[in-house]
């Protein structure tokens, strides 16, 4: 399993926006071979993180360089200030 967290900070009045486009999004990321799930993560503190799932890395990298990934972040990073901060993780025990 492929795992990415990303940092975000979404802008002042798009919360409800972000979070509609997060489950709208997660449709068409759906289509996408390796896709387990997407979800959005708040802290109790307000700070939000992204939580991306895939199969492999290669497949989450293959999805990556497609035109309809591009679409997506373009529309994603319209909502944030700033760029997501990304970190990536393999699950290496159960």
């Keep these: 399993m492929f795992i990415v967290t990303a940092e975000i900070q979404i802008k002042k009045g798009s919360e409800a926006e972000f979070k509609d486009w997060i489950g709208k999004s997660n449709a068409e990321l759906a289509k996408f071979d390796g896709f387990v799930r997407r979800r ?22 293959s999805m990556h360089k497609t ?12 909502y944030m200030d700033g760029p997501p901060k990304p970190t990536f993780y393999e699950v290496v025990s159960q």
């Design 67 to 78: 035109q309809e990934h591009f679409q997506i972040q373009s529309k994603g990073h319209s």
């Design 40 to 61: 959005l993560l708040e802290s109790r503190t307000g700070k939000h993180v992204i939580l991306i799932e895939f199969e492999t890395k290669e497949q989450f990298e």
